[in-house]
């Protein structure tokens, strides 16, 4: 397996992951879906890593799908692409979204397709003012995937999803901010440092009070409000029971930044 499709950098408590396949913007094949698996397992498992930046190398954030004859067998007579999905797409982002630790996407250029959809389903969305989002699916004749309808539908409606999705218009980062799609267009220059910063920021914060967060939040997209209300009791209870609670009561009594638990 050819790592370098994938670069990983562990940072001062953080991680960085740069999708790196400029030549083809960044579009996924199978080699580098197993690369990023690696490298998100591998953050994920360590406890010093409290926050993971994903960004594109080049120009672009990614393209989606490598749809070169050359470099995919999914294009043959009869692909089964639900199949694909449930092989490579679908663990993916299951992976990102089940994961306590929180994923920023650092959106350096275009991202297209299932690179949009894999930007959307990070839980902070920074992008480059220079950075557009397309949902090229529409251009052949597929539906938005990695998670497209969803987040399209929940963040910005039902009437801008099907605008987007049907027409395959690029939206710029700065209409994304606008829309609620993503968090905040920045300057191009500024991103990676705007990224890094806000990384470290989480990863100055207790694990276990923002995994939590994370799920709770999450879990409010599909629940009813009695539903999430037990799912509050019940995740404010897991919290309560951490030493970080205890150490983050402590020290705003005693008036000095907490030390939340490393491990
Ligand atoms: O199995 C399954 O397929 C199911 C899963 C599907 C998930 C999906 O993601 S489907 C959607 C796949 N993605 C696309 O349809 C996007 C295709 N790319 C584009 O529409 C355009 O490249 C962009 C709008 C993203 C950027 O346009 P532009 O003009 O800035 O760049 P370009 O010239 O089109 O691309 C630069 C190079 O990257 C070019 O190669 P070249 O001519 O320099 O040798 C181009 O062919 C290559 N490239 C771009 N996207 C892909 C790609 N090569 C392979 N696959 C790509 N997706």
């Avoid at 991202?111 to 902070?124: E, K, P, T, Y």
């Avoid at 969305?125 to 949902?135: H, P, T, V, Y």
């Avoid at 019940?234 to 609670?245: C, H, I, M, P, V």
Wanted: glycine residues 8%.
């Amino acid at each position: 397996m050819n790592h370098e499709l994938i670069l990983s950098e562990k940072c001062d408590g953080y991680g960085v992951i740069t999708l790196n396949r400029p030549d083809v913007l960044n579009s996924f094949n199978e080699e580098m879906h197993a690369a990023l698996a690696e490298a998100i397992a591998r953050f994920d498992e360590d406890s010093d890593c409290r926050a993971v930046i994903l960004t594109g190398a080049g120009r672009a954030f990614s393209a989606g799908q490598d749809l070169s004859v050359d470099d995919t067998s999914f294009l043959g007579d009869n692909p089964d692409l639900g199949l694909v999905l449930e092989k490579l797409y679908n663990p993916l982002i299951r992976r990102i979204r089940s994961s306590h630790t929180p994923f920023i996407s650092a959106v350096n250029g275009v991202a297209a397709g299932a690179g949009a959809n894999i930007a959307l389903s990070c839980d902070i969305i920074l992008a480059a003012k220079s950075a557009r989002f397309i949902q090229a699916f529409a251009a052949i004749a597929l539906i938005p995937d990695a998670g497209g309808t969803y987040w399209l539908t929940h963040r910005i409606g039902e009437v801008r999803a099907k605008m987007l999705a049907m027409t395959g218009d690029p939206v710029d980062a700065e209409t994304a901010a606008d829309w609620g799609l993503i968090w905040k267009a920045v300057d191009d220059e500024t991103l990676m440092d705007e990224a890094a910063s806000l990384a470290k920021r989480l990863a100055s914060k207790s694990a276990t009070g923002i995994g939590l967060t994370k799920m709770a939040i999450q879990a409010a997209l599909t629940n009813s409000l009695d539903e999430q209300l037990d799912t509050e009791r019940q995740l404010q209870r897991e919290a309560g029971l951490s030493g970080d609670f205890k150490e983050g009561v402590r020290a705003f009594l005693e008036k000095r930044p907490a030390q939340f638990n490393r491990s």
